[in-house]
């Protein structure tokens, strides 16, 4: 059973998952896993340190993994393996040399997408519960490039121009270090291949001259695959975006997320409580003023700026209250001076009456520090209670219409209702108002 509100420290250690991309910002990726480390701080595989916001919107974003939902993998002594350290952002290829119930020791390590590409002959250790995407690495052509020419998993054949098989995929390199990544037509012929240095793709070709041949890495086979797809050539950098054939992946798009754009420090209290149930930091509405915005599914805020460049749809907070169907009441309403003739919105009523906060009420009779007032859902009743002012304010149009047309079309249920329906409509606005207002933009007619 979920908590309601997310306990970080009771859950210290245990590993989440991004339910959405950059949930809170950041470089996290949907489906991501990480660890929790103190706090509300995880790692995850694209960025260390990463805040998980407060406890009560932590289930809109983060899904909290069985304990046994990440199985332990099994290391063999001996093994190459190849996996993403949590937290440094690095990949890595390591040779297991010992193993405990919580770590694996290594001498033979490789940072794989960094510059410190060479093998480390020094001890190391590595924690599993840091690891993750783990792969057991079964052809040991994607580490030659990085092994010295004595270490022992080194392969020592040397190829020639003669071994070359057809539609096998090999790296070539010539004198002076220029280097090419081919497709063989068998012997010396060449039917595809990418000059490295001059990033640059070519159909047809020879190696005569080569002076190095070794068997391409499962990159460099990816690469000239995409090129030879495209039928053009395509950056290492982007092969993220195509599949090991050289197709283009189908991104599934995330959908947009929204932004309340909010002008005065009213609009700000009022967005923030209708998105968190609980406020876990205080009004900051100073911070940018009339350039906040607010998320519409964490309440974080940031400036205006700082949303549109993360993707995000910045919309006005007028727009947002219409799409969500809320009433806002300014200063100036609720300020406004009440007289007999007025709807009101009780604001502080008493037990045992119908004049509840959030009822609507027509003020009938003007008296010392308020007024008499009747209840416009029960206009049969003579009952007129007396109400403080300061417990009242003037009702908008919209919650004089959402109160009393369903009165008005018939939809009551007490004797009364249709005797007193002419009566009802006599309290609506005048119809030059209705015209104003759109009926159906503010409430949704009740059965």
């Not at 916001?53 to 899904?63: A, H, I, L, M, S």
Request: charged share 30%.
């Amino acid at each position: 059973m979920k908590e309601e509100i997310f306990d970080f420290d009771k859950h210290k250690g245990r590993r989440i998952k991004a339910l959405i991309g950059c949930p809170l910002g950041g470089n996290v990726k949907k489906g991501e896993i990480g660890v929790l480390k103190y706090d509300n701080v995880a790692d995850f595989p694209s960025q260390s340190g990463y805040s998980c916001g407060g406890g009560d919107n932590f289930y809109k974003n983060f899904e909290l993994l069985p304990e046994d939902a990440v199985k332990e993998p099994q290391f063999e002594v001996g093994k190459w393996y190849k996996f993403d350290w949590v937290g440094f952002y690095k990949k890595v290829i390591l040779k297991i040399d010992g193993v405990s119930p919580t770590s694996v020791l290594t001498h033979n390590r490789v940072f794989v997408n960094t510059n410190d590409t060479n093998i480390n002959a020094h001890d190391d250790e590595y924690f599993v519960k840091d690891m993750q995407n783990i792969e057991l690495l079964t052809d040991l052509s994607e580490i030659q490039q990085y092994l010295p020419n004595n270490h022992p998993d080194k392969i020592k054949k040397e190829l020639a121009v003669s071994d070359l098989v057809e539609d096998e995929i090999y790296h070539i390199t010539y004198n002076k270090g220029v280097e090419f990544i081919i497709l063989s037509a068998g012997k010396s012929e060449i039917k595809k291949y990418i000059r490295v240095r001059l990033r640059d793709f070519h159909n047809t070709g020879n190696c005569y001259g080569c002076k190095k041949i070794r068997p391409a890495t499962p990159e460099e086979k990816k690469w000239l695959k995409v090129c030879i797809k495209q039928d053009k050539f395509i950056e290492q950098s982007a092969l993220d975006l195509y599949d090991d054939e050289g197709n283009i992946k189908v991104i599934e798009q995330e959908p947009m997320k929204t932004a309340v754009h909010v002008k005065t420090s009213e609009e700000f209290d009022f967005v923030i409580s209708k998105i968190r149930e609980k406020s876990d930091r205080y009004n900051s509405w100073n911070v940018y003023r009339t350039e906040s915005c607010i998320s519409s599914d964490s309440g974080d805020y940031q400036n205006k700026d700082w949303f549109s460049k993360n993707n995000y749809k910045v919309v006005s907070f007028e727009d947002w209250c219409e799409d969500n169907e809320y009433i806002f009441v300014t200063q100036e309403l609720k300020e406004e001076e009440l007289k007999v003739g007025d709807y009101a919105v009780v604001l502080k009523g008493y037990s045992g009456s119908n004049f509840t906060p959030g009822n609507i009420v027509k003020l009938v009779l003007d008296e010392k520090d308020g007024f008499q007032c009747l209840y416009v859902r029960t206009p049969y009743s003579k009952n007129t209670p007396f109400i403080y002012t300061k417990n009242l304010r003037k009702a908008t149009t919209q919650e004089i219409l959402a109160e009393t047309l369903p009165t008005v079309i018939g939809h009551i249920k007490n004797p009364f209702e249709i005797t007193n329906a002419q009566e009802n409509i006599n309290i609506l606005p005048k119809p030059k108002e209705l015209e104003i207002v759109p009926i159906s933009k503010y409430f949704k007619i009740r059965n």
